[in-house]
């Protein structure tokens, strides 16, 4: 650790090196931890004290000796009940307790031991070229922000900070403050007076980050970032411009979200204005917490400190909760966080349905299973099936856990929860999954507000596992470690919100489950090395030999293949054969070229990006949808060339678009699928001028028919997207460019049309809703910054993707798409 009262495991010796001498404790549990079974075993046993600790150190040597006993304590708070006040952390443990006192733990418990803090401290440097790791620093106005920073910056020389700080008003307060101090120590500060940060395009934080990004080109290296918000600052913004912008992430990675709580004032603050927007904003910053400083620890007694723990565990159940005093934390608390880190997120202890549940209110009568339950907490009482494998707040291994039922006073405790669906053999099909995301990240307010959802997940057809990960509506996904041989597979996901309506989401979740599909023959066993004959079609499956040879055909082709024989059909729809498949198109493709087609007579190519059984799915919602596909003609496309993908999310963000149009019946709407294209040498110029000027796309053409076939009453519409420079926005400072929609041939119509156009990309959404198609020029709402993704991605490839659907006005209305284009 670069600080001085560092996290790590306390040292067998002093500093100098000479022996401590050494006293003994007596270890407890305050009485608001629910102690469970398995641990309470640990009540009155001895802790070694050495007289050179801190209390911080000695809190590691609890967690050390409980580690050792096969359990694992995360320890927030050491209470000495003689004095009836927990100890700051800093300061000589020594000064605090003596030997034979009870050191009371206020802390969180459960059944596998925690990594030691050690080894979730700072790495030794970061790795040449690897992004920078940001940590959104939030909470509360007199929290003391400012004096953790100041802290920070004078108490260590090792780390290289630079501070993005957010002031709003005009004098930046809290700048002079750290000014008259440490600010000097910081690599460098970026002060946003304005206090946009809470802004809709937030492009002062992207222009702090470009200047933070520019002195690092300059040979200004940095460790890591802190973006401190002041006051009422909602963290999830922030956390989606972060998320969303690819020409930042390609320097920064988002670690975590740290909210400071003053001990002495919380409770009162987050009473003084429930129910009103103000409180909203209060409890969202501990709700979207990764941890939390408990700051002035100092200034309350033992039972106020136990309240304000319960009430925090009552809007985040899983955060670390780290106390301080004076604002003096290690620096490795502010710092590799990993709360986005998919392998970790794969192997977190809350993911493996072991977790201690907090039920905080919810319990509602017993809570009865039957035989094939499995990790049930008794946290939220609710009632279940015989056949239920759900958690109700975490229960402990294969039996029942101990859920809270603390009553704090505030309605929120009944508010905020969780739960989690765990269920053993079955997996998701992906397609499908994705569409589900895009139902999770557009919840309805009346099925409540979701803050927090992570889940490790088996997909049909991937050997890897899938992780998953939501904050707000910032969602992501990626491929975890392997599946293990004689690993079960699982799906197991937790949601965390306030007001969730669990039977409507399980709902749409429990009809994704279906159970692991079984190959239909055993296994064969490789030919030895000394076989000297032939080898069959199903060894060069086992190999991969055999998709590197079917990459080159269409993907109906590879399922007639599938049908030779049962060990063919196996090498082609098993998990593996997706990696193999993967490993034709490294191998195989050039660099540029498509990593999947769809034809506009409906042929896809798409076997190496989709497994086997995704690809079905895909092909039956594009039929059920009813789409025609529009592209450019060329000499080698008469009717239009292919569409392609160059990446899974590609294809999966156009098969989530037939999915939805398949769930609406509409035999008035005419639906078609265009790429607006520009010509490689213009957006060349464009992008070599800095990203300013004008773009208009080539024309797209598109043909309502009449439903009686009458050719003479065809309506013919053409489109052309523009995106406009404006002046710089008085909010960011940022050039931007609004997006117009050219749309002819309205005039000539038979009758006006209504028209719906959404965006198909991955990484973004834009909806657009049109009257009226007479309208020759249609300047929409939506405006792009320079970082925005929709800029970015046309950097990589001239082309916006947009689905266009158009319906006559006088046939009644045009239903949305989906939940976010009302």
């Known amino acids: 650790s670069s600080f001085r009262f560092n996290s790590s495991l306390p040292p067998s010796r002093t500093e100098g090196g000479a022996p401590g001498s050494m006293s003994q404790v007596t270890l407890g549990f305050h009485a608001c931890v629910d102690l469970p079974a398995f641990a309470k075993g640990l009540v009155g046993t001895s802790v070694a004290l050495e007289t050179s600790w801190t209390v911080r150190q000695l ?52 059944k596998e031991p925690w990594p030691g803090r050690d080894a979730l401290g700072a790495p030794n440097g970061r790795p040449a070229g690897a992004p920078v790791p940001i940590t959104i620093f939030t909470g509360f106005l007199g929290a003391g922000k400012t004096t953790v920073l100041n802290h920070l910056l004078l108490g260590q020389r090792d780390k290289k900070f630079a501070v993005i700080e957010n002031e709003f008003g005009e004098v930046p307060i809290d700048n002079e403050l750290l000014q008259n101090s440490a600010l000097d120590l910081a690599e460098q500060v970026v002060v946003m007076e304005n206090g946009c940060m809470c802004c809709t395009v937030r492009g002062d934080l992207l222009g702090a980050f470009d200047a933070i990004r520019r002195q690092m080109d300059q040979g200004s290296p940095l ?78 007694d033992q039972d106020q400190v136990a309240d304000v723990w319960q009430r925090i565990r009552s809007y985040n159940a899983t955060a670390p909760i780290v106390a301080s005093v004076k604002g003096i934390v290690p620096s490795t608390e502010l710092t590799n966080i990993g709360a986005y880190d998919m392998d970790k997120i794969a192997i977190e202890p809350e993911m493996s349905g072991h977790g201690h549940g907090h039920g905080h209110g919810h319990g509602h009568g017993d809570h009865e299973c039957g035989d094939e339950c499995d990790g049930h907490g008794h946290g ?51 397609l499908a999954f994705a569409r589900w995301i895009r139902i999770i990240s557009t919840l309805p307010e009346e099925q409540g507000k979701l803050y927090r959802s992570k889940g490790v997940l088996a997909a049909t057809g991937r050997s890897a596992k899938l992780i998953f990960h939501a904050v707000a509506d910032v969602t992501e996904t990626s491929d975890g470690p392997e599946w293990g041989e004689h690993e079960p597979r699982v799906c197991k996901i937790v949601f965390i919100g306030k007001k969730l309506a669990r039977k409507e989401i399980e709902a749409r979740f429990l009809p994704l489950l279906q159970p692991v599909a079984e190959k239909l023959r055993p296994p064969l066993r490789a030919p030895s090395p ?58 195989g493709l050039t ?10 007579e409906g042929h896809v190519w798409l076997h190496g990006l989709l497994p086997m059984v995704s690809i079905k799915k895909y092909a039956l919602a594009w039929r059920q949808a009813k789409v025609k596909l529009v592209t450019k003609c060329s000499g080698n496309y008469m009717w239009g060339e292919p569409l392609k993908f160059d990446t899974l999310g590609d294809v999966e963000a156009l098969g989530v678009t037939w999915l939805e149009l398949s769930e609406i019946s509409d035999k008035d709407t005419y639906t078609f699928l265009a790429d607006f294209s520009w010509r490689d040498e213009t957006m060349k110029s464009f992008v070599e001028a800095g990203c300013i000027g004008k773009l208009d796309s080539a024309l797209v053409k598109v043909t309502c028919e009449d439903p009686d076939g009458d050719d003479e009453r065809d309506d013919d519409v053409r489109f052309r997207v523009i995106l406009k420079p ?26 006006p049309y209504q028209i719906f156009c959404h965006t198909v990309d991955p990484n973004y959404q834009v909806h657009i809703k049109i009257e009226d198609h007479r309208t020759p020029m249609i300047e929409t709402q939506e405006v792009f910054h320079q970082w925005h993704p929709l800029m970015a991605g046309l950097k990589q490839r001239p082309r916006l993707r947009f689905l266009l659907r158009l319906k006559a006005l006088d046939s009644g209305p045009l239903d949305a798409m989906c939940g976010c284009c009302g």
Not at 72 to 84: F, K, S, W
Not at 272 to 278: A, F, K, N
């Open 59 to 110: 809190a590691s040597a609890v967690e050390r000796h409980c580690a050792n006993k096969g359990v694992g304590v995360r320890v927030g708070a050491l209470i000495n009940p003689a004095r009836g006040s927990a100890a700051p952390p800093h300061e000589q443990a020594v000064s605090h307790f003596r030997g034979g006192d009870r050191v009371l733990v206020l802390g969180d418990i459960q």
């Open 223 to 300: 460790d890591a970032v802190l973006v401190e918000t002041t006051g009422m600052a909602d963290p999830v913004p922030i956390v989606r411009t972060l998320r969303q912008t690819p020409d930042i992430a390609k320097y920064f990675k988002l670690d975590g979200t740290i909210t400071l709580v003053d001990t002495k004032s919380i409770l009162a603050r987050l009473s003084e204005c429930e129910g009103g927007q103000d409180d909203q904003e209060r409890h969202r910053q501990i709700s979207f917490a990764d941890k939390i400083l408990l700051n002035k620890l100092d200034l309350v």
């Open 380 to 430: 939220h009482g609710q009632d279940c099936a015989d056949d239920c494998q759900e958690d109700h707040g975490g229960g402990h291994g294969g039996g029942h856990g101990h859920g809270h039922s603390h009553k704090h006073g505030s309605r929120h405790d009944s508010e905020i929860g969780s739960f989690s669906i765990v269920r053993k053999g079955y997996e998701i099909e992906p």
């Open 530 to 587: 000394s076989f000297t004959r032939g080898p069959t079609l199903a060894v060069l499956g086992q190999r991969g030999l055999l998709h590197h040879a079917l990459l080159g055909l269409w993907t109906k082709d590879v399922l007639r293949v599938s049908q030779v024989s049962a060990g063919i059909r196996d090498s082609i729809f098993s998990p593996e054969a997706l990696s193999f498949f993967h490993m034709a198109t490294t191998a």
């Open 591 to 600: 660099q540029g070229a498509p990593r999947g087609l769809h034809s506009v």
């Open 726 to 751: 404006e002046e710089k926005s008085e909010l960011s400072g940022m050039a931007v460019h609004r997006m117009m929609l050219q749309i002819s041939g309205g005039k000539n119509s038979s009758c």
